[in-house]
Nanobody
Framework: VQLQAFGGGLVQTGGSLGLSCSYS????????MGWFRQAPGKEREFAAA????????YYADSVKGRFTISRDNAKNTVYLQMNFLKPEDAAVYFC?????????????????WGQGTQVTVSS
């Protein structure tokens, strides 16, 4: 099972950026998918997660209302649309896959991880 994140880059405060994560090696339909992020000098933190069918989503309070997670199981891809970006959103963003049935914010339930993509927000 391999995950690969795309779409990071430099954006101004208040701008938007979309990330995608492609999945290979198994049917993505069987996994809860999540996005985590890690800023320099800080611990990795949860951002968003989406259930198998895409109907259930869960967001960290820090991104709620600004970020949207979605998935296309036919394309084996999960997305993170980030709007109204703030300097504190700058981080390396990781996608991850959890074989559990329920959405979780806890990284320990995510078995597979992508390599991360850098998001930089200029003030």
């Amino acid at each position: 099972v391999q995950l690969q994140a795309f779409g990071g880059g430099l954006v101004q405060t208040g701008g938007s950026l979309g990330l995608s994560c492609s999945y290979s090696g198994d049917s993505q339909r069987n996994y809860v998918m999540g996005w985590f992020r890690q800023a320099p000098g800080k611990e990795r933190e949860f951002a968003a997660a989406i259930g198998w069918s895409g109907e259930s989503t869960y967001y960290a309070d820090s991104v709620k209302g600004r970020f949207t997670i979605s998935r296309d199981n036919a394309k084996n891809t999960v997305y993170l649309q980030m709007n109204f970006l703030k300097p504190e959103d700058a981080a390396v963003y990781f996608c991850a896959a959890s074989p559990t049935r329920y959405i979780s914010w806890d990284a320990k339930y995510y078995k597979y991880w992508g390599q991360g993509t850098q998001v930089t927000v200029s003030s």
